[in-house]
């Protein structure tokens, strides 16, 4: 068995296209969706992410602001902008790009932000909404496996998903997302005894834990959908997932390639936020 591969690259250009057709629609009508980025420090990672979220933002004609700061930033600094942008009607979104420098309280900047502009799905408010099942806006990433799942027509109802990774940013959102569709969900971490055993149960095993290669072929059910969030640089400079790609592909029905599957669909998921974010 070979695994059918989930390509992000092209179903995220399929979503951006959509979003260009609605943004062309609004701003007929006088209204431009607007993003606004924060980017503190020095970090090079960081500085990518914000720049290939920018210029997705121009291919789609999404209007968008940087506002970068040093890294000795003070979190004043950061709280005053913040409000600034909350207050300014020509922006719909705001994101924050993390991690901040050390010695800023990331949650209180993050809490800052107007959960009708948290693009992100970071707020308090806008994770009580994906708890509750009430609308919302939903953090970019889970957002974008769903729609990989979705395209890919995975059945989902009655199977179990087992979610490797804990944070808010993807593994508590995406084990809530895949609760909505009646999967049988199961979390694990770097706390979880005997996770070969669990993960081979899994029909959805999704790995999003930050480490290179640790979901390995005899940790995969024969035939299941694997989801690789995790995007490692290795000594050789190359990319790796989570997941050791090649063993793994022989035994899933589905997988996920690094690059090009779950980070194209986060960029897509933001700009569905900040279309979104300005229709309401």
């Known amino acids: 068995m070979t695994a059918k591969i989930l390509d992000g690259k092209s179903l995220a250009a399929e979503v951006r296209a959509g979003v260009k057709a609605n943004v062309a629609g609004l701003a007929s009508r006088g209204l431009r969706p607007g993003l606004a980025v924060l980017l503190a420090g020095d970090d090079p990672a960081s500085k990518v992410y914000v720049r290939n979220k920018v210029r997705a933002c121009e291919e789609t004609g999404i209007r968008s602001e940087r506002h970068e700061f040093p890294g000795d930033v003070s979190e004043k600094a950061l709280l005053d902008k913040v409000a600034a942008l ?127 290669k640790l979901v390995t072929a005899g940790m995969v059910k024969p035939g299941a959908c694997v989801i690789d969030v995790g995007i490692n640089r290795l000594a050789d400079g190359s990319l790796a997932g989570d997941v050791d790609f090649a063993a793994v592909r022989e035994v899933a029905g589905w997988i996920t390639p690094v690059p090009g599957g779950v980070g194209p669909m986060t960029i897509a998921m933001l700009l569905e936020n900040c279309l979104l974010a300005a229709t309401k």
């Open 86 to 212: 909350n207050a300014d009607p020509a922006v719909h979104g705001i994101l924050v790009q993390l991690p901040l420098p050390a010695g800023v309280n990331s949650a209180r900047i993050l809490e800052a932000v107007s959960p009708r502009k948290d693009v992100d799905g970071f707020h308090a408010e806008s994770m009580g909404a994906l708890l509750s099942g009430a609308p919302g806006l939903v953090p970019c990433t889970p957002a974008g496996v769903m729609r990989l799942l979705e395209h890919a027509q995975v059945p989902l109802a009655g199977r179990r998903a087992v979610v490797v990774g804990r944070s808010n940013i993807v593994g508590k959102p995406l084990a809530l997302l895949l609760l909505r569709k009646d999967a049988t969900v199961t979390i694990c971490h770097s706390k979880t005894r005997d996770l070969e055993t669990i993960a081979r149960q899994a029909d959805i095993l999704v790995a999003a834990i930050g480490r290179p």
